[in-house]
């Protein structure tokens, strides 16, 4: 059974930086895609970046340009650095993992920005 575990959450300034980490474990194949979505109070969950196996990259416009998204295949995890954080970017940001034909998520993380 695949596990999809996040840390790295937590309460910050507007302007501040954190950096989210996601660990799949419970397979040995390599990872299809792996990815980081968010949803707000009362929104509906949204892409915020994803990185295929092959390296190709997308980013939601909302943060182009603050969040670098990484991965190490090898350990199967993925990481989401995000500078420059707005209290709009207040979420809770839940890690997916694609092993086709099937997505693994994890619990979920909350970031919090707010002064």
């Known amino acids: 059974q695949v596990q999809v575990v996040e840390s790295g959450g937590g309460l910050v300034q507007p302007g501040g930086s954190l950096r989210l980490s996601c660990a799949a474990s419970?397979?040995?194949?390599?990872?299809?895609?792996m990815g980081w979505y968010r949803q707000a109070p009362g929104k509906q969950r949204e892409l915020v970046a994803i990185?295929?196996?092959?390296?190709?990259?997308i980013y939601a416009d909302s943060v182009k340009g603050r969040f670098t998204i990484s991965k190490d295949n090898a350990k199967n995890t993925v990481l989401l650095q995000m500078n420059s954080l707005k209290p709009e970017d207040t979420a809770v940001y839940y890690c997916k993992m694609r092993l086709v034909p099937y997505d693994y998520w994890g619990q979920g993380t909350q970031v919090t920005v707010s002064s």
């Open positions: 419970g397979t040995r194949f390599s990872i299809d895609a």
């Open positions: 990185i295929t196996s092959g390296g190709n990259i």
